[in-house]
């Protein structure tokens, strides 16, 4: 019944429904003439143009106020992480078979013949020790030298096989690169393992100093060749040692550079696992 009554209400609503669209007595669509969307569509044109234009003009001027090498935002100046290589926080090896050790052996020697290649080094300059390198003017920046040498029986160098193949491993440690940081202090790398007679260790360059030429970084863009000051430390470990998971805990001690946060256990140390399987 109700179907009968809606027909005749359905095609007057259909026919101004077509009306509404298009009106042909008019000329209208959508109820507005021609002339009268172009104005509306220029509006909008013009109106979205100034918007871009003033979104790209903020941030031009937003970009001209900042300086690519260093970060804006910054209430001061943060403390680095300590990390240790090869890049592994369980150290486990058998001495005696130089395959499984091999890859510990790899990735130290790929990390200094990448960064600390002598051949490289020799472009680089010998600085002042014990003082910050600052360097105001240049655009780009000038690097210190630190030559794999330094690190004596732990560079790779004199033993092939960093220790690993006697028992007695080297890592290497350094702090994160960190822009604008200059330690106060004299920092160095004091390594314990936690265990009741201590085991003897042996740091390269000298006690384990991290050196204050190679301090303040300057950055990526300015700072193109930067070579981080490495800290190499040997675990003179004895028989007893052996087949023991021993707890390394290496800080960064001598400087005000943070090394007991709470909440990062990375900030300015490093803990990690030596274990050594005759
Ligand atoms: C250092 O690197 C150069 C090329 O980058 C290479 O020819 C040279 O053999 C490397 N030297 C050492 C000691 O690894
Ligand atoms: C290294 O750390 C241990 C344990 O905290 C401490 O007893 C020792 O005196 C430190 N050595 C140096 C040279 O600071």
Not at 118 to 135: A, N, R
Not at 262 to 268: A, I, Q, S, V, Y
Request: proline residues 5%; glycine residues 6%.
């Amino acid at each position: 019944m109700a179907s009968t009554e809606d027909k005749p209400t359905n095609k007057t609503e259909a026919s101004s429904w077509k009306d509404s669209f298009y009106n042909p007595r008019t000329g209208e669509v959508l109820g507005r003439t021609a002339g009268s969307w172009a104005l509306i569509l220029l509006f909008y044109l013009v109106f979205y143009c100034f918007l871009a234009g003033m979104f790209a003009l903020t941030m031009w001027v937003m970009l001209l106020t900042l300086d690519e090498n260093i970060p804006r935002y910054r209430d001061r100046v943060p403390f680095p992480g300590l990390v240790v290589l090869p890049n592994s926080l369980d150290i486990t090896f058998s001495k005696s078979d130089p395959l499984n050790y091999a890859p510990y052996v790899e990735s130290l020697e790929n990390f200094l013949q990448k960064g600390y290649n002598d051949t490289e080094q020799e472009k680089y300059l010998d600085c002042l020790e014990g003082q910050y390198f600052l360097q105001d003017d240049a655009l780009e920046k000038k690097v210190c030298r630190f030559r794999r040498g330094y690190l004596s029986l732990c560079s790779g160098l004199s033993d092939i096989n960093f220790g690993y193949s006697e028992g007695r491993p080297c890592v290497l440690l350094k702090l994160n690169r960190i822009i604008g940081l200059k330690p106060l202090g004299d920092p160095y790398v004091n390594c314990t393992v936690k265990k009741d007679n201590p085991v003897q260790m042996q740091y390269f360059p000298r006690k384990g100093r991290i050196d204050k030429m190679y301090f303040p970084y300057y950055g990526k863009k300015a700072h193109v060749n930067y070579v981080q000051p490495l800290v190499a430390v040997k675990l003179l470990l004895n028989k007893e040692d052996y087949n023991k998971e021993l707890s390394v805990e290496c800080r960064v001690e001598g400087s005000n550079l943070r090394n007991n946060d709470e909440r990062d256990k990375f900030l300015g140390r490093v803990t990690f696992r030596v274990k050594v399987v005759e």
